[in-house]
């Protein structure tokens, strides 16, 4: 009897632990260093950015942007942005993007284009086209901007 009750509190036990993850395991999950920005100028021409120090770190449906250098004129505020997102076979979708304060967030409706392009972001509600992805490199695309990614 008591073999029989231990069997059942151990499959209870096991059914409301594997219930209550979400956790998928994806090689998407963990940091990425953004090491280049390739886009097109107004002229015409190829102009590739390198990306100083940005991170991008994915888990469950939060994206981390972390800058390491500091905000002009904040020597104690380092650039970060919390995102969620969705991922697709062939697309990452970020849905809302907000400043992240150690005491608050606050949401971005309209990124300042020298700070948050300099991050790889383009607005909240952008969408990524995924051109290429494995486990050590990942290359982000949005209208003519291409985003280079190590996995770090």
């Known amino acids: 009897m008591r073999k029989l009750i231990y069997i059942l509190i151990c499959c209870v036990t096991t059914s409301l632990i594997d219930s209550c ?24 021409t190829s102009v590739t950015t390198t990306a100083n120090n940005v991170y991008w770190s994915f888990q469950m449906d939060l ?4 800058q390491a250098k500091n905000l002009v004129g904040t020597p104690n505020v380092p650039v970060e942005l919390i995102c969620r997102f969705q991922q697709t076979p062939d697309s990452l979708f970020i849905t809302s993007t907000y400043f992240h ?38 290359v982000l695309s949005q209208k003519n901007t291409k985003l280079y990614f190590r996995k770090f």
């Open 101 to 138: 304060f150690r005491d608050r967030d606050s949401l971005v409706t309209v990124p300042d284009s020298a700070m948050f392009l300099t991050n790889g972001v383009f607005a909240g509600g952008s969408r990524y086209g995924i051109d290429r992805f494995n486990k050590d490199e990942m």
């Open 63 to 66: 994206l981390s942007i972390r």
């Open 21 to 44: 993850q979400k956790y998928d395991d994806s090689d998407l999950y963990g940091m990425w260093e953004l090491r280049s920005i390739t886009g097109i100028a107004p002229h015409g």
